[in-house]
């Protein structure tokens, strides 16, 4: 069933975080790529992974609430640039 409604403002702050954390960790994989000596590889690798492990459950919490509420917003209404259109069950 699709209908038209707000979106759930609790997806959208999981949503937000989750997308943000993604974005953190690409830039620490650039930072991993552009390490001048091994020491600054391992130095930003212990950040990278404390990022990853943020992001994961960052992604786990944001799928959970989705699945049990069940509310999502569409890949079509994030490319129109509003969250409007929201899928329920
Ligand atoms: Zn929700």
């Known amino acids: 069933m699709r209908r038209t409604v707000f979106a759930c403002s609790e997806e959208v702050r999981l949503r937000e975080r989750y997308y943000s954390l993604i974005l953190t960790y690409r830039e620490m ?40 509420h069940g509310c999502e917003v569409t890949l079509e209404a994030i490319r129109a640039g509003g969250i409007a259109e929201v899928r329920t069950r």
Request: aromatic share 12%; glycine share 4%.
């Open 29 to 68: 994989v650039t930072l991993l790529d552009n390490a001048s000596s091994y020491g600054d590889f391992v130095e930003t690798y212990g950040r990278a992974e404390k990022v990853r492990l943020l992001f994961d459950s960052a992604r786990a919490e944001f799928l959970n609430h989705v699945q049990e």
